[in-house]
């Protein structure tokens, strides 16, 4: 079981805009070959933060003006929140606050032995790296800058533990997936 942080982000390093839009993403389309299919087979479990929460809510299951969509994952969720935000009908949330070491054993029972996702955001990602948690960073990257907004990584990681690359692989003329594991210790 790994943890990993699978995510995209901007050539200058940003995951979303200021206001959390992904338009500069989405805008592309489906990736062309890319791995999500096989990625997400591999994920028992998935961590998110509350952005990340209510840009699904807001684009996916309940987008004002069309039609309302289940939610995107059969996985149980654990969504980082200092917040209270609404569920959704029929899904396995479970909304949580503070220290994410103290609910990584738990989640990684739920997983069954498969990987735990950090959805977003890059702060929550961090707190599970700061934890000594984080096995693999996997990050799409595209061919945009943004100049500002919310960074892949909130901090620095030039110090131990460093990141080992692991793989880079092109999808289409779009995008590069970088594949990096924490080395620990």
């Not at 959390?20 to 028992?44: C, K, M, N, T």
């Not at 933060?49 to 994952?73: A, F, I, K, N």
């Not at 990684?108 to 996702?117: D, F, I, V």
Request: glycine share 10%; aromatic share 10%; proline share 6%.
């Amino acid at each position: 079981m790994k943890t990993q942080y699978y995510t995209a982000s901007t050539l200058d390093g940003f995951i979303a805009t200021e206001e959390h839009s992904l338009d500069w993403l989405l805008q592309f389309g489906e990736a062309p070959g890319g791995s999500y299919d096989r990625f997400i087979a591999e994920v028992g479990a998935i961590a998110m933060g509350s952005h990340t929460y209510e840009w699904l809510l807001r684009h996916q299951v309940r987008p004002e003006g069309r039609e309302p969509q289940p939610w995107p994952y059969a996985q149980p969720a654990w969504v980082f929140s200092t917040r209270e935000l609404p569920g959704v009908d029929g899904a396995d949330i479970r909304f949580a606050c503070g220290d994410v070491a103290r609910l990584h054993a738990e989640m990684a029972r739920a997983a069954g032995g498969k990987n735990l996702w950090i959805v977003g955001g890059g702060e929550l990602a961090a707190q599970f790296h700061d934890a000594g948690l984080l096995d693999e960073i996997i990050v799409t990257v595209a061919p945009v800058t943004l100049g500002r907004g919310a960074p892949l990584f909130p901090r620095a990681l030039t110090t131990p533990p460093a990141l080992r690359l692991e793989s880079v692989q092109a999808y289409g003329d779009v995008f590069a997936e970088l594949r990096y594991a924490v080395k620990r210790g």
